[in-house]
DNA sequence: GTCTATACTATGATAGAC
DNA sequence: GTCTATCATAGTATAGAC
């Protein structure tokens, strides 16, 4: 339990290439998100400095600058890659499921939480960098965070409402069950024995449990 | 849902005094230490410089050297003192209860969620801006957060062991109710009409679900 | 224990040649 | 689109007077 490891805090683990998910930029600027991902996620992003960022991709500084206007932006289009590439999954698993909060719900846990054990270094980024941003670059991104919360707090409403789920509180129970995924990037990684799908599973279980419903015709194990 | 409130991700809210809990250093070590605490939760160990901290203090940047060697030294003494309090706190709560495991978890859950929700600052800076200590400076630290963790484990074991929890996988578990408190800074404030107390007495119920124990003792709303 | 003054380095960003 | 060279500022920390 120790070797640093943590349930409390932490920071990343490994550096799993690529890091970024596909999609979106390609070509000189994708090389700088990839290189930029790995150094906020490890140093944070006023810990990396511009010349840390040029040396690791052997450029000089200067040559940054004709794909990006500024630090900040490279930091703005990595959490807005990682937005919407969350929110894109999010919707994606919905799709796969009918109407039941149940099962939405289930799956609405399970997508996150592979995207989470997934892509690690970006979402470490989105989550403990995003406070580095200024509010111009803030307010567009912000808004997709938004309606990915939002998508939860609506499944569990429903599932109250019709009698599914017992929430017993919603703002802390949407609290806990969005801190379970979040914080996935600070202990999970693949030497632990544990695979991405199982562990995905079993939160969407914890998640069941937490909102009192613990049968599902998904969550047969 | 918005006004920048974040199930998902998020910085510090409200500039609560004095911030830091009693005990330990006092005199102009304890004023550094509360004016670094503000300044470090909203804007990061590396976001603030000497400059902005003597500013706050309306000193000169000199003047801080002769209380602590290093910006890295004040750091250090937060999270020491964040630490260790949160760990006393956790022993203390345990004395209070009995040898059942439920009760035990109960309490546990309990008192780390009113500490996260009273010390939100230093609940932040502990969590995010550890990886900012270098490793010199990280050892001593650690092993108290290593001491907070190995109690949940050593909870839901004995639980799993006696037959009154039915733990679905451990690691995921414990990282899910270490979760639940460690991003209460991030969503609870006051201002919810939510009080401490009710948000704790609830998280432990969340917990208490989450490891399949409904019934307790202590958990009758 | 605080001040003024300053050393020295690192920083984000730009100019202009190729 | 990358390079060399450089600017202006901000950074941590120290020296020495009071």
Chains 1, 2 share one sequence.
Not at 87 to 95: S, V
Request: hydrophobic share 45%.
């Amino acid at each position: 339990m120790s070797e640093r490891s943590s349930l409390f805090a932490g920071r990343v683990r490994h550096t799993a290439a690529p890091g970024l998910p596909p999609g979106g930029v390609e070509g000189p600027r994708r090389r700088i998100l990839e290189a930029a991902l790995t150094l906020f996620a490890r140093r944070g992003f006023h810990g990396t400095s511009v010349r840390d960022l040029a040396d690791v991709l052997e450029q000089q500084p200067s040559a940054l600058y004709k794909h990006f206007p500024s630090k900040e932006h490279v930091l703005a289009a990595l959490v807005q890659h990682g937005y919407a590439m969350h929110h894109q999954t999010l919707l994606d698993g919905l799709l796969t499921v009918g109407a039941s909060p149940v099962d939405q719900l289930h799956i609405l846990v399970e997508v996150n939480a592979r995207s989470h054990a997934q892509w690690p270094l970006l979402a470490i980024v989105v989550h403990e960098e995003l406070h580095a941003l200024p509010e111009a670059l803030l307010g567009p991104v912000v808004a997709l965070r938004d309606a990915s919360a939002a998508l939860l707090l609506r499944i569990l409403q429903r599932g109250s409402a019709e009698g599914c789920f017992d929430v017993v509180d919603l703002p802390t129970t949407a609290a806990a069950i969005g801190a379970m995924g979040v914080r996935i990037p600070l202990w999970f990684h693949p030497g632990l024995g544990l695979d991405i799908d199982t562990m995905a599973h079993r939160q969407a279980l914890l998640a069941l449990r937490m909102v009192g419903a613990t049968t599902s015709s998904k969550a047969s194990r």
